[in-house]
């Protein structure tokens, strides 16, 4: 075995070569969106909210939004967004309208072949109750159950809402914002400026069709040094990939390193409590041969 591969989990990488593979609703790099990777982004000290704009244009150069829209995960996903309050501090109130739309997030999420996969594998190793309702409250509770970041203040977030929405510390930093859709949907609002790709250990250099990527950005005038995202794939996938490696260790943080497709990538979760606190992929490097 090759150093530096010694760690790789090839049970998950497995599993999570299958969910690529069943993943239908993913979009394809080159047809259905198109990006424009620019310069590579200068370092930024922590804490600093000053960063050298590597990329005069947007990340985004196309995305098929009819497309996008038409694909029920997709589209049930999209009306989530812009649910949540930015500023962590600031008390969420969920309505009836946005709980119904968990829900219908979540049916359409549980009707996939990449969720049907994932629900056997959790019902086989135990971490899952074969009942489908029995998941999606579990789902449910994991990914939606609000709680407070600081001790003592009224719940403000939750899994779903860092990961996939992103929210700011005290308007002071920001935290999450893992995915690629709302990227585009931000960046169109001309509220994420896009800074340059950050490069990895074995490859200085992504590549346009790489469907993982670490980016440096600003949002709302902060900037994150480094965030790093999956690029077309369905929330679904998303989901999937996540709530497995939550539900494996009761650990504060989980890393796992797994081989999917060409990516050798680093899967982290950060628990809080029984809830998600943040999850994301860390790319390693790319262009690997494919293992299964």
Known sequence: ?????????????????????????????????????QGKAGYVPAGSN????????????????????????????ISLLDNYEMSTGVAEVVTAEEIAEMNRFLDAILETKVMQITHDYLVEKKWSKPNLKDFKSQLYNIWFQLYNRAPG?????????????????RGQEIMGLHNWVQFYLQ?????????????????????????????????????????S?????????????????????QEKITKEVVRVEEYELQIIVNRHGRYIGTAYPVLMSSNNPDLY
């Open 187 to 227: 960046e169109k609002k001309n509220n994420i400026d896009y800074k340059g790709f950050v490069g990895r250990q074995h490859k200085s250099r992504p590549d346009e069709d790489d469907q993982v990527l670490n980016l440096q950005f600003s949002w709302k005038d902060l900037v994150k040094p480094v965030g």
């Open 229 to 249: 995202s999956f690029i077309g794939v369905s929330p679904e996938f998303e989901v999937a990939v996540y709530t497995v490696v939550f539900l494996m260790s």
């Open 1 to 37: 075995m090759m150093a530096g591969r010694v760690n790789l989990n090839h049970e998950l990488s497995k599993l999570f070569n299958q969910l690529w593979d069943a993943d239908a609703n993913r979009m394809s790099p080159g047809k259905d969106y198109r990006i424009c990777l």
């Open 50 to 77: 000053q960063a050298r704009d590597s990329a005069r244009f947007p990340l985004f150069q196309f995305v098929d939004e009819e497309k996008l829209k038409s694909i029920k995960t997709f589209a049930a996903f």
């Open 153 to 169: 203040k009224s719940p403000d977030s939750c899994g779903f809402e860092h990961v996939f929405v992103g929210e700011s510390k």
